[in-house]
């Protein structure tokens, strides 16, 4: 596709279950973030990937979080024993990586956790 | 990373120019002015980003001081579309030092746009 695709747009977890986000960047772009977004709050970063490794994982707010795109594409976020604090909105970005790039948003992946 | 102040909200007439400021003094050399906005249930968009001299594209206008310690977003003409949360942001860009060219988002300017 044209843009970033996240998926599923929309998830409802139990709390203690695990989930699973996906991304889909524009294809060829080299740099992927994460970002988590509370309601009524400004995106916070979680972690940044260049192709498949990934370089900096400062935002992981705790050791549930984890984040992988084995083959420098598509990105997974994990997100294990959900807890009701971890509702938000999932946002992944993609950029070409060179200086001055745009960054290019999904429309994200809203987790609700009941 | 260097902080921008914005105001939290803002309103406009539909078809007004609207003058969206952000105050930036803790701006450094290699930083650039980025400035994105995000439209209710989606996802944030670039809108337009510059160094030093002031920057137009089909979206909007930026104006930068000179002294660079603040900046102003000029939407021509506003129109429903454009109320959003629009976020002004300093930005390394990515490659030196290691640096990822994140971006670090504050709470934003709330712009309403008034029929």
């Known amino acids: 596709g044209a843009g970033v695709s996240q998926s599923p747009r929309y998830k409802v977890a139990k709390r203690g279950q695990d989930v699973a986000l996906r991304c889909d960047p524009i294809s060829g772009h080299v740099s992927l973030f994460w970002y988590q977004q509370a309601l009524g709050q400004g995106p916070e970063f979680l972690t940044y990937f260049q192709n498949e490794a990934q370089l900096d994982k400062s935002g992981l707010p705790s050791d549930r979080f984890f984040a992988e795109r084995p083959e420098g594409s598509v990105s997974t976020l994990k997100i294990q024993r959900t807890q009701q604090e971890d509702s938000a909105v999932y946002l992944c970005?993609?950029?070409?990586?060179?200086?001055?790039?745009?960054?290019?948003f999904g429309e994200g992946s809203w987790l609700t956790v009941v | 990373d260097a902080k921008t102040t914005q105001p939290n909200s803002m309103e406009s007439n539909e078809e007004e120019p609207v003058h969206l400021p952000c105050n930036h003094s803790t701006i450094s050399g290699t930083d650039y002015i980025h400035w994105y906005r995000q439209l209710p249930s989606q996802g944030p968009e670039y809108v337009i980003h510059?160094?030093?001299s002031n920057v137009n594209n089909r979206m909007a206008s930026l104006a930068i001081a000179e002294d660079r310690k603040s900046s102003t977003l000029i939407l021509h003409r506003a129109t429903l579309r454009d109320a959003a949360v629009y976020y002004c942001?300093?930005?390394?860009?990515?490659?030196?030092?290691?640096?990822?060219?994140?971006?670090?988002f504050g709470q934003g300017t709330t712009l309403q746009v008034k029929p």
């Open positions: 510059g160094l030093t």
């Open positions: 942001i300093l930005r390394d860009p990515p490659g030196g030092s290691g640096n990822t060219g994140k971006l670090i």
């Open positions: 970005a993609s950029s070409s990586g060179l200086s001055g790039n745009t960054i290019y």
